[in-house]
């Protein structure tokens, strides 16, 4: 089944301890991004690449980093965790890069609580 | 800069109409529409690719119009499933932006 993979979907944990949430496609996708979703502002987005070893900033990189070393994995990193990233995350992709005339898919989210 | 996104809420009862509008300052590549179950990821639901381009499946279509860098959604007839957060995304220069959203209430 195509599909966007995220884990875990639910994290608990406290500020400064460092974590990683894995995103996985396996359409062969080129284009993959994160976004994070809060109440009353929509999706905004992370990080997004083009392509392996693309990476480039969306509208709220700070505190967080990403990786692209393989087409299928985009993991997203936050090194040092405040409160103020607590949110639902989405990773997405799409087939061709930039995702301009492509359709998104949406992994199922991860929900982060940082204490 | 996220789309303009207008209403932010409607509630309406089944069989009504309801238009939700997206616009952005930016130059503008294509528009997309996607809808949001509550705790669910977005779901897509239509690309338009050029300006003055419409579409449609269902009773659910939109309107690119690329001049005035704006987007509508029209829900026509709408059923119970219709009910859920829209999201207008607009594609620029610097990738895919998307509005706040549209919660759509409908009522039997």
């Known amino acids: 089944e195509a599909q966007v993979t995220q884990n875990p979907r639910y994290l608990i944990t406290v500020t400064g301890k460092k974590l990683t949430v894995t995103c996985s496609q396996n359409?062969?996708?080129?284009?993959m991004s994160w976004y994070r979703q809060d109440p009353g502002l929509g999706l905004r987005q992370i990080y997004y690449?083009?392509?392996?070893?693309?990476?480039d900033k969306g509208d709220v990189p700070e505190g967080y980093k990403v990786s692209r070393k393989e087409k299928r994995n985009f993991p997203l990193i936050l090194e040092s965790p405040s409160p103020n990233q607590t949110s639902l995350y989405f990773c997405?992709?799409?087939?061709?890069?930039?995702?301009?005339?492509?359709?998104?898919?949406f992994g199922p989210g991860t929900r982060l609580l940082v204490l | 800069q996220q789309p303009v996104q207008s209403p932010q809420a409607v509630i309406l009862r089944e069989g009504e109409d309801a238009v939700i509008n997206c616009s952005s300052s930016?130059?503008?590549?294509?528009v997309h529409w996607y809808r949001q179950k509550h705790g669910e990821a977005p779901v897509f639901l239509m690309i338009l690719l050029k300006g003055g381009e419409q579409k449609g499946h269902d009773k659910i279509s939109a309107s690119f119009n690329e001049k005035k860098q704006q987007s509508s959604l029209y829900l026509t007839a709408s059923q119970l499933s219709y009910s859920g957060t829209y999201f207008c995304g607009f594609s620029g220069a610097d990738g895919l932006t998307f509005g706040k959203g549209t919660h759509l209430i409908i009522q039997p």
């Open positions: 930016k130059a503008l590549y294509s």
């Open positions: 997405a992709s799409s087939l061709k890069t930039s995702g301009r005339r492509e359709t998104q898919y």
């Open positions: 359409m062969n996708h080129e284009y």
């Open positions: 690449s083009m392509n392996v070893e693309v990476t």
